[in-house]
């Protein structure tokens, strides 16, 4: 069953009469087309019958060679209204009564479609292309497995190299590097040094490396257009004091983590079992994030193992398990290897152990 | 006056009771702030009476450095309906009537904000912070016009390192080194060799320049903060048959353009010009987009040039002039200034001449 059938049947299940998809990762996962996106409305809209591209006419021919789905274009003169209402037509949902807009794309491209059909109830994609999406096929875990080894080596590269006396981002320089000598591209890297690592989204910066700072180490890539994200811990010379106490915590956490994801859990049960570990150990408070995203076409996608989410964890499902302690003006710690679900539990895809890694001092 | 006062005054001449911003260029414009964008929630809302942003509490401390404006945080496991609740409220906008949402945020964010009011009616962003920014200060005059002469010294750059037998991303490489070199970053470059370069978007890629071919060359950085935009020509050795013509009728399109563009005249007036131009001499079925597009701290934005633009012109409004002419499986010609428009007319930001450049063939 090709992906477009897939949706078709889960549009079925929850009598969505209309799928529209802008530009990005629901429109790559499904046609495999990636067409530039910018203000012009640019949409695909799947009814129980047709599929469709509301197309600019400027990217009309870049867009070709990427498809034989039918286009209906709209001129920068002429505005997109005349052409979607065609593209209604040709799909039979002119009279749609229940719509799922693509979450991700501008408010604008979503603007248009409810004008144009005002009486639709909306939901968003992430309850059908977003719900496809979650179950890995073997092509995807492929993919997934390559970037996660890729990421691998651009961590030790960077242990090899860095030191003391180096700045954030001449760590960030060392992991791109290695990305793009393996083919691949950096898509982010958070290095925070000592106090730094206390912020779970640090903005790696021109902060220098000392003796005896903790270095939180999340580093992700771009490889064959899917992503990696992995996070270590290294430590210049001698830990931080108390730091040994806390990363062993985080690490019982993860392992707790791992230990109940298996499907037919729900999501937020990890996020339990990860939250009750740092909870009991009297860290609580400075656990300020969810334990981990999903994973694919997307660097964060579904499912969210937030302490709310019921999704209930499937065979084939890809997420992050990343716990973290954070202390003000000392150190944080994050601990992230990516699952996939297998029948009998989670596989992580990472072969780098997540032990502490010392920088030697000089 | 500062922005945000600008902004109440446009809310109250339009009736708007509560304007509500994503991260992106609306937030950057008008309060500095550049957080980090997920798929997390994050507004900032302004109503007649105060403003606050609502803000996952993963960005609290990252964004806190940025502004003294209020947060109203929420954490994964709470959500944001609440916090968003608090918001309103606290800003005396929880019975808005009319409301603005940012027109590039994602679909899901702007479904939240009519979900906490569904009576409210909806318009874009671009019709309130999006009016202001099309009117330049000079400050930001200041940016564009550093930006363009940086621009200006990439293309040059590019012109004297190409060559017959390079690929088109090799040309694209010289444009990134020079912007790098210069402080800058390289934004985008399209590179469209021969047939190529009719299609006005081209994606760059591994064509080889030969001799005989006509080149175009649209290439963007970012300064400071501020892009850049420009579309010269060049040809390896000979022109090919035909080019001369074709380059001198867009050419003549470009100037009809800047001699219409004034304060007090609409928009559609410029693209008249230059469409007419092109009309003329035959080649108005290749002449496949606008003539131009606003810039600042976007790289597209209000006011757009289009056939059917009836905003009209003020001075200090910057937007591109870029009529081309695209001939499938020969070449594509177009020619691209910024200019701001003064009392008297328009300037152009860029001083590199526009004329043909010749690159040696060996």
């Known amino acids: 069953m090709t992906r477009l059938e897939k949706l078709r049947e889960i549009m079925r299940a929850q009598s969505v009469d209309l799928v529209a998809l802008g530009p990005g990762a629901h429109l790559a996962w499904l046609t495999g087309v990636r067409p530039h996106g910018d203000e012009r409305p640019l949409l695909f809209c799947v009814s129980g019958t047709g599929a469709a591209f509301l197309m600019p006419v400027l990217e009309a021919e870049s867009a070709r060679q990427q498809t034989d789905l039918p286009f209906h274009t709209w001129s920068d003169d002429e505005g997109p209204q005349a052409a979607l209402a065609a593209v209604l037509v040709g799909l039979g949902a002119e009279k749609a009564q229940s719509i799922a807009l693509d ?31 979650m179950r890995k096929d073997a092509a995807e875990y492929a993919a997934l497995k390559k970037a996660a080894l890729v990421d691998d080596i651009a961590m030790r590269r960077a242990w090899s190299d860095m030191r003391a006396g180096m700045t954030e981002r001449e760590v960030a320089d060392l992991v791109r ?115 981990g995203h999903g994973l694919g076409v997307e660097i964060h996608e579904p499912p969210y193992i937030t302490a709310t989410a019921q999704v209930v964890l499937e065979e084939g ?23 996939i679900l297998r029948a009998d539990g989670a596989e992580i895809l990472s072969e780098l152990p997540r032990d502490l890694q010392i920088i030697a001092e000089a």
Chains 1, 2 share one sequence.
């Open 103 to 133: 979450e991700t794309m501008r408010a604008d491209f979503a603007g248009l479609v409810q004008d144009a059909l005002p009486k639709a109830r909306r939901q968003f994609g992430a309850s059908t292309v977003g719900a496809l999406r």
């Open 177 to 291: 590097d290695s990305f793009k000598a393996q083919g691949g591209s950096v898509l982010f890297s958070i290095i925070g040094t000592g106090g730094n690592g206390a912020f779970p989204h640090h903005h790696t910066g021109d902060t220098v490396l000392k003796p005896g700072d903790a270095v939180v180490m999340d580093i992700g890539g771009n490889v064959d257009g899917y992503p990696s994200d992995m996070t270590r811990m290294a430590v210049i010379g001698t830990p931080p004091e108390g730091y040994l106490e806390v990363h062993a915590v985080v690490e019982a956490a993860v392992q707790a983590a791992l230990a109940t994801a298996k499907p037919g859990v729900k999501a937020h049960e990890v996020d339990d079992a990860a939250r009750g570990v740092i909870e009991a150990a009297g860290y609580g408070d400075y656990f300020t994030h969810r334990t």
């Open 317 to 339: 499902m890809v997420f992050s398990i990343e716990p973290g302690i954070y202390l003000p003006d000392r150190f944080g710690i994050r601990l992230e290897d990516i699952v």
